[in-house]
Each structure stands twice: as structure tokens, then as C-alpha cells.
């Protein structure tokens, strides 16, 4: 799935190797590469455990919004708000720049760990402002850096995708099963009416 090939029922059913192509986990929909991430029959609680895990990392209050606002308008399946920062400020301008570039690099990509290298950047900025800001009494945390920031943002991500994939592939597994055991059941049949 990182390397984009995924195992989905419309890959299937290109191959004739199931009738249909509808979602296993039963939203009705089609399922095209990627519709675990945003299938609503999954719940959106997954996406609010990223948003807590920003907090708990003190991100940036603009990235945090710029962030979370356009996962959820992509797996909303509506269109990515604009990120309007104030332009005076060095931080908010990175934060529209970073905005911009995975934009055009894509949100679904976000959720294979293809994110803009800015974000890095722009949080960087953020926790040398908080560090500046510190009573000379505190020490400042020495986990708090933009690429150590970025790695566990992607390790979330990931999970995200994975943990939304696994529980597809359990529904999908539970389906075949319940088909197989249909078609035993009509092949006995049939044998036994050949009695
Ligand atoms: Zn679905």
C-alpha cells in the first residue's frame, strides 16, 4: 500500500476475480484505491486522536489547524479550505507555504507519510519561539525539534491508514468467507439433488 498498489475490490474486479466492486465494510460505495481512509462506516474519532496527539506535542496552532481542517474536509470528500494566515507573520507565512506545497502534493499522499518539508520547518520556527519564551528556571524539552516532530506526525498518519486498512481487510475476509461457504453449500446441494 505505501507503494501505492493496493488490493481493492475494483482492482478485483478489473481481474474478474469477484463480481462487484463495492465496499466490504458495506458504506455502498465503490471502492476505489484509497476509500478506506475516508469510508464512513469507519469511525471520524481515529482523525481526533491525531488532532490530540498535536496538542500534546505543542504544535503550532496554525499548522495544527491548517493540518487538521484539511484532513477532514479530504475525508469529508469536500474540498480543501484555503489556509489564510496573516502575511506580516514569519510563522503563519511558512504555514500557507507548507499549506500550498502538500496541496500540490497531495492529502491522500499526507496519509502515505508524503508531507511538505516546510511543516518541518514551520514547527521549528514555533518551538524556537517557545524556547525564547521560557522562564530561564524551565529547561526546554530536547524532543521538542521540527524533524523529530515530523517523524512521529508521519508514524500517525501511517497508523491512521494501516489501522483503517487492517479492519477493511478483516470485513473483506469475513465476506469471502460467508461466499465461500454459500457455494460448498450449493455444490453439496447440487450433488446431492444428482442423487
Ligand atoms: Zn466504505
Not at 8 to 25: D, G, I, N
Not at 40 to 56: C, E, G, K, Q, V
Request: glycine share 4%; proline share 5%.
Amino acid at each position: 500500500m505505501i507503494h501505492n498498489w493496493q488490493y481493492t475490490k475494483s482492482r478485483a474486479m478489473f481481474f474478474q476475480e469477484t463480481k462487484h466492486s463495492s465496499c466490504p465494510l458495506g458504506c455502498g460505495m465503490n471502492e476505489t484505491a484509497m476509500h478506506h481512509l475516508s469510508c464512513t462506516t469507519l469511525p471520524a474519532s481515529d482523525l481526533r486522536s491525531i488532532n490530540r496527539w498535536m496538542s500534546h506535542q505543542n504544535t503550532a496552532p496554525p499548522i495544527q489547524i491548517a493540518i487538521m481542517r484539511s484532513l477532514k474536509a479530504w475525508i469529508s470528500d469536500e474540498p480543501i479550505p484555503q489556509f489564510n494566515g496573516d502575511t506580516s507573520d514569519k510563522l503563519d507565512r511558512i504555514t500557507a507555504l507548507a499549506h500550498a506545497e502538500q496541496s500540490l502534493i497531495g492529502w491522500t499522499q499526507a496519509f502515505i507519510g508524503r508531507l511538505s518539508t516546510k511543516w518541518t520547518t514551520a514547527q521549528g520556527i514555533w518551538y524556537d519561539h517557545m524556547r525564547h519564551n521560557l522562564p530561564t528556571s524551565q529547561k526546554f524539552p530536547k524532543r521538542y525539534t521540527g524533524p523529530i516532530w515530523m517523524k512521529k506526525l508521519v508514524a500517525q498518519l501511517i497508523y491512521y491508514n494501516l489501522n483503517r486498512w487492517q479492519i477493511r481487510n478483516e470485513a473483506a475476509q469475513a465476506t469471502e468467507s460467508a461466499e465461500d461457504y454459500r457455494k460448498t453449500r450449493e455444490m453439496h446441494q447440487s450433488t446431492i439433488t444428482a442423487l
